[in-house]
Nanobody, 126 residues
């Protein structure tokens, strides 16, 4: 059974930083593409960042480009999202997700991802 567990969310002031972690179990980690999504109240879930199975390819939403960095540690079965220069509009529940793929391309649609964590709240105060 695949399980993804996020951690690292919290309350931070605008301009601050947080690092989210997503630990995986039951997943053949080395061949899975991993992504981070977020969902703000009243809005649809949106793609934030993704990383290929090898870590060589990364993809970011325009809204977080230059501020967020996705990385992975295959030895720890964990993916990270470093979030800097946070803004109030970054406030949302953040979800990690995964799908199996040997392709270097990273998909950004929610229905492309088969496995999801339960989410962690990130709140940025102004």
């Amino acid at each position: 059974q695949v399980q993804l567990v996020e951690s690292g969310g919290g309350l931070v002031q605008a301009g601050g930083s947080l690092r989210l972690s997503c630990a995986a179990s039951g997943l053949t980690f080395s061949t899975s593409t991993r992504g981070w999504f977020r969902q703000a109240p009243g809005k649809e879930r949106e793609f934030v960042a993704g990383i290929s199975w090898s870590g060589a390819n990364k993809r970011y939403a325009d809204s977080v480009m230059g501020r967020f960095t996705i990385s992975r540690d295959n030895g720890k079965n964990t993916v990270y999202l470093q979030m800097n220069s946070l803004k109030p509009e970054d406030t949302a529940v953040y979800y990690c997700a995964a799908y199996y793929s040997g392709s270097p391309n990273i998909r950004s649609a929610t229905n492309d991802y088969n496995y999801w964590g339960q989410g962690t709240q990130v709140t940025v105060s102004s």
